[in-house]
């Protein structure tokens, strides 16, 4: 009885006796137990002080209890060093993510759980990054055990970088329908501006994303069409691309004027606004660099410097990243026969840093038929166009046209014409030194430089771009805001307007069937356009007659006498009926072959929505090495090497 009395005595004492105090790392193994109260703090952790939040709790999902057991812990270091495994991608994404894990949102001394649908598209998505690596998805970052759902309270850790935090505010419900908000927008509220105008006009109105920056911001754009979302036949594509430098501002506050002013007078019924958008399809890309515009605000408005924010986050200036077509263009001219469009881009040019805003583009256009487009800039006062590289390296001012000089030179004036200031003919203003020129001037005659956005539309797609430097403030005062808008309002509609000037039509066999990428070609221009998918296409030009052919492989060539009026405003209806050819001509052939798209064209594979990897990651594992090549960044952690990340074999 008393050997049964003792035995029970020391069951109960161990049952009381504390668990083992856990060292660093056995806590997420569950090896120990240990029991602290939770507590809200002031984030600490160098690699989580940008997220959302400003407070977190100690212990964290992982029981790591404070700031030196997360940062010596392997869970720490690999969130540090994930931008450089995966070469950029899926990053400040993943960190971000991991950073809700092992510094969780606080709030009245409570975790907050990450939202489980967020983990679970960015592990979609950037899985094939660490097979690329061969590493496996780290276990903190499963989206079943340390994330919630939406109905259980949860936040969004990537919120920031959708524009979804620092939201603008609310504004009075009586304010007219027409009213816009003349003010700067930082990039959040530029989000949450766009999102609201297309959902106040959701049957004519959505918002997408062209791709990220290179710090993670989605490049957003709103579009205005009928049916959103969609190409329709024979419906024009127009852009407007804004903020490319990130310090040249109006562009990006113009465009989301624009934006808010479409919608608005398309409900008012603006008999003007209702004709434009249920006849072509709109898209305004207000800010192209996001990441340098915030650069540039924390010096404030009424700054006016030249470098702070122009470039990127990787200091590169998008303007001068894109092919350079214009040196191949220059080659070909003086080849009888040889077409200047459509010209691929060289194997060389991806050797090179590549901005992820810069493909995003690249990819944009490849995806959507575009017509026509501007980009709006800051520092003068003036239209310019196509060719921006002279023909003469050497030479930093030259006059070099295109072959559609007269094209460029009408779509430059539409905008200069109808700009009050631009217009106006004094000389003592902002603009002055392009009075006698009319407001507008070639590119290269102003200053030449490769690699531009306009050349490159003009070479490599269907697409005529001209660029506007809209006022000689890179970031004016707020109270200078409404002024901007009124001298540019007319000109931007009036620009748009012009997408409707030439012919279009449609290239179909003798069945009807849409022929896609036939050539429609203008004697004496050499310069083609292509049709799109639906067999549709549209060929800007100024009054006049034209000798007009369309021509596909395998087809015959038609031809046709077309004269434009004066006085004409839409663009006339010009189809091609093609008929099989008897025998394929060797010229033909011989082009088709060269204008077609590289075979090595990392363009296709990219994803604009995560930076690009390299194909193959430097000094990969080999089948007889023990471990990966990324194992020696995890060299210090002695004990605590995060073996999770060895893929099983």
Same mark, same amino acid.
């Given at each position: 009885?008393?050997?049964?009395?003792?035995?029970?005595?020391?069951?109960?004492?161990?049952?009381?006796?504390?668990?083992?105090?856990?060292?660093?790392?056995?806590?997420?193994?569950?090896?120990?137990?240990?029991?602290?109260?939770?507590?809200?703090?002031?984030?600490?952790?160098?690699?989580?002080?940008?997220?959302? %939040?400003?407070?977190? !709790? %100690?212990?964290?999902?992982?029981?790591?209890?404070?700031?030196?057991?997360?940062?010596?812990?392997?869970?720490?270091? @690999?969130?540090?060093?994930?931008?450089?495994?995966?070469?950029?991608?899926?990053?400040?994404?993943?960190?971000?993510?991991?950073?809700?894990?092992?510094?969780?949102?606080?709030?009245?001394?409570?975790?907050?759980?990450?939202?489980?649908?967020?983990?679970?598209?960015?592990?979609?998505?950037?899985?094939? /990054? =660490?097979?690329?690596?061969?590493?496996?998805?780290? %276990?903190?970052?499963?989206?079943?055990?340390?994330?919630?759902?939406?109905?259980?309270?949860?936040?969004?850790?990537?919120?920031? @970088?959708?524009?979804?935090?620092?939201?603008?505010?609310?504004?009075?419900?009586?304010?007219?329908?027409?009213?816009?908000?003349?003010?700067?927008?930082?990039?959040?509220?530029?989000?949450?501006?766009?999102?609201?105008?297309?959902?106040?006009?959701?049957?004519?109105?959505?918002?997408?994303?062209?791709?990220?920056?290179?710090?993670?911001?989605?490049?957003?754009?709103?579009?205005?069409?009928?049916?959103?979302?969609?190409?329709?036949?024979?419906?024009?594509?127009?852009?407007?691309?804004?903020? *490319?430098?990130?310090?040249?501002?109006?562009?990006?506050?113009?465009?989301?004027?624009?934006?808010?002013?479409?919608?608005?007078?398309?409900?008012?019924?603006?008999?003007?606004?209702?004709?434009?958008?249920?006849?072509? +399809?709109?898209?305004?890309?207000?800010?192209?660099?996001?990441?340098?515009?915030?650069?540039?605000?924390?010096?404030?408005?009424? %700054?006016?410097?030249?470098?702070?924010?122009?470039?990127?986050?990787?200091?590169?200036?998008?303007?001068?990243? =894109?092919?350079?077509?214009?040196?191949?263009?220059?080659?070909?001219?003086?080849?009888?026969?040889?077409?200047?469009?459509?010209?691929?881009?060289?194997?060389?040019?991806?050797?090179?840093?590549?901005?992820?805003?810069?493909?995003?583009?690249?990819?944009?256009?490849?995806?959507?038929?575009?017509?026509?487009? /501007?980009?709006?800039?800051?520092?003068?006062?003036?239209?310019?166009?196509?060719?921006?590289?002279?023909?003469?390296?050497?030479?930093?001012? *030259?006059?070099?046209?295109?072959?559609?000089?007269?094209?460029?030179?009408?779509?430059?004036?539409?905008?200069?014409?109808?700009?009050?200031?631009?217009?106006?003919?004094?000389?003592?203003?902002?603009?002055?030194?392009?009075?006698?020129?009319?407001?507008?001037?070639?590119?290269?005659?102003?200053?030449?430089?490769?690699?531009?956005? /306009?050349?490159?539309?003009?070479?490599?797609?269907?697409?005529?771009?001209?660029? !506007?430097?809209?006022?000689?403030?890179?970031?004016?005062?707020?109270?200078?805001?409404?002024?901007?808008?009124?001298?540019?309002?007319?000109?931007?509609?009036?620009?748009?307007?012009?997408?409707?000037?030439?012919?279009?039509?449609?290239?179909?066999?003798?069945?009807?069937?849409?022929?896609?990428?036939?050539?429609?070609?203008?004697?004496?221009?050499?310069?083609?356009?292509?049709?799109?998918?639906?067999?549709?296409?549209?060929?800007?030009?100024?009054?006049?007659?034209?000798?007009?052919?369309?021509?596909?492989?395998?087809?015959?060539?038609? *031809?046709?006498?077309?004269?434009?009026?004066?006085? *004409?405003?839409? /663009?006339?209806?010009?189809? =091609?009926?093609?008929?099989?050819?008897?025998?394929?001509?060797?010229?033909?052939?011989?082009?088709?072959?060269?204008?077609?798209?590289?075979?090595?064209?990392?363009?296709?594979?990219?994803?604009?929505?995560?930076?690009?990897?390299?194909?193959?990651? +430097?000094?990969?594992?080999?089948?007889?090495?023990?471990?990966?090549?990324?194992?020696?960044?995890?060299?210090?952690?002695?004990?605590?090497?995060?073996?999770?990340?060895?893929?099983?074999?």
């Amino acid at each position: 009885m008393v050997l049964r009395l003792l035995l029970l005595l020391a069951g109960l004492l161990r049952a009381t006796k504390p668990a083992p105090r856990c060292d660093t790392g056995q806590e997420t193994l569950g090896q120990c137990q240990s029991v602290q109260k939770a507590k809200c703090v002031d984030i600490a952790l160098s690699s989580c002080t940008d997220v959302a %939040y400003t407070q977190m !709790v %100690y212990p964290n999902f992982l029981d790591q209890k404070s700031r030196e057991v997360i940062e010596y812990s392997s869970e720490y270091l @690999l969130i540090s060093v994930l931008h450089n495994l995966l070469q950029g991608e899926c990053n400040p994404d993943l960190r971000l993510l991991g950073c809700s894990v092992l510094a969780p949102q606080c709030e009245k001394d409570k975790a907050i759980k990450p939202c489980r649908h967020v983990c679970e598209n960015l592990k979609k998505n950037c899985l094939p /990054a =660490f097979d690329a690596i061969d590493m496996a998805w780290p %276990y903190f970052l499963d989206c079943d055990r340390f994330f919630a759902g939406e109905e259980e309270g949860c936040f969004n850790p990537l919120a920031k @970088l959708r524009g979804e935090v620092d939201a603008e505010e609310d504004l009075p419900s009586d304010l007219p329908a027409t009213f816009i908000q003349f003010k700067h927008h930082s990039y959040s509220q530029m989000v949450s501006t766009l999102k609201k105008t297309a959902s106040k006009c959701s049957h004519i109105a959505t918002t997408y994303s062209i791709g990220r920056s290179f710090e993670g911001k989605d490049l957003f754009v709103i579009e205005f069409s009928t049916k959103p979302g969609h190409h329709e036949l024979l419906k024009p594509e127009f852009k407007y691309i804004g903020n *490319m430098h990130g310090n040249e501002v109006v562009g990006k506050e113009l465009l989301i004027y624009l934006a808010q002013y479409l919608c608005s007078e398309y409900l008012l019924g603006n008999p003007r606004i209702q004709t434009l958008i249920n006849n072509t +399809r709109i898209h305004l890309l207000p800010s192209l660099n996001p990441d340098g515009y915030e650069l540039a605000a924390e010096e404030g408005a009424g %700054y006016n410097g030249w470098v702070i924010g122009r470039q990127t986050a990787q200091n590169l200036d998008l303007n001068r990243n =894109f092919p350079d077509l214009t040196s191949e263009a220059y080659r070909r001219a003086g080849i009888r026969g040889a077409r200047l469009d459509h010209i691929p881009i060289p194997q060389s040019y991806w050797w090179g840093k590549v901005a992820p805003e810069t493909k995003a583009v690249m990819k944009w256009l490849r995806s959507i038929p575009f017509v026509l487009s /501007a980009s709006l800039h800051g520092g003068e006062l003036v239209v310019t166009y196509p060719y921006d590289y002279s023909r003469h390296p050497m030479e930093e001012k *030259m006059f070099s046209p295109t072959p559609d000089e007269k094209v460029f030179k009408m779509l430059a004036k539409a905008y200069a014409d109808a700009h009050p200031v631009i217009s106006d003919r004094s000389e003592l203003r902002c603009g002055g030194n392009f009075v006698k020129r009319g407001g507008i001037i070639n590119g290269a005659e102003w200053y030449s430089f490769t690699g531009g956005m /306009a050349d490159f539309n003009y070479l490599h797609t269907n697409c005529f771009e001209v660029t !506007v430097e809209v006022g000689c403030e890179k970031f004016p005062l707020e109270e200078e805001l409404f002024t901007i808008w009124h001298e540019n309002k007319g000109a931007l509609l009036n620009y748009m307007e012009m997408v409707h000037r030439g012919i279009k039509g449609i290239v179909s066999d003798k069945f009807g069937n849409p022929i896609k990428n036939a050539r429609i070609s203008v004697r004496g221009i050499q310069h083609d356009v292509t049709t799109a998918a639906d067999g549709d296409y549209w060929r800007l030009l100024p009054p006049g007659t034209y000798i007009i052919s369309a021509q596909a492989p395998g087809y015959s060539r038609v *031809m046709k006498r077309v004269t434009i009026p004066t006085r *004409m405003k839409q /663009a006339g209806r010009v189809d =091609f009926v093609l008929r099989p050819a008897e025998a394929w001509p060797n010229k033909l052939l011989r082009r088709s072959m060269e204008d077609s798209y590289d075979p090595y064209d990392p363009l296709e594979l990219f994803d604009p929505h995560a930076q690009q990897r390299q194909p193959e990651a +430097r000094g990969g594992s080999s089948p007889g090495r023990e471990k990966p090549w990324w194992w020696s960044y995890f060299s210090s952690l002695d004990l605590h090497k995060p073996l999770w990340l060895l893929k099983q074999r």
